[in-house]
């Protein structure tokens, strides 16, 4: 019956890796399912969000964002610099 034994322990052995499976959720673009933001150069609000604290734009892979969304983001956040609505750097001295 040993053999046995040895087919349990590795059935054992198989499941631990599922147990410590990191979840990965899967992003999806904000904009794409809420329609009610609209990206403009005016609007600060959402603008900020996908700015980093030193006013830089938050990368795709880390705001989750889609492509196209990502170029009209760029777009609008470099548009409202050059009006000085929003700042190219922040705490440079
Ligand atoms: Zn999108």
Redesign the pocket.
Known sequence: MAFFEKRERKLDDKKKPDKKKKFKRRKV????TNPEIAISYRDLRTLTYFVSDKGKIVSRRISG??A??QRQLSKAIKRSRNLALMPFVVGMQ
């Open positions: 673009c904000r904009i794409c964002i889609c196209k969304h």
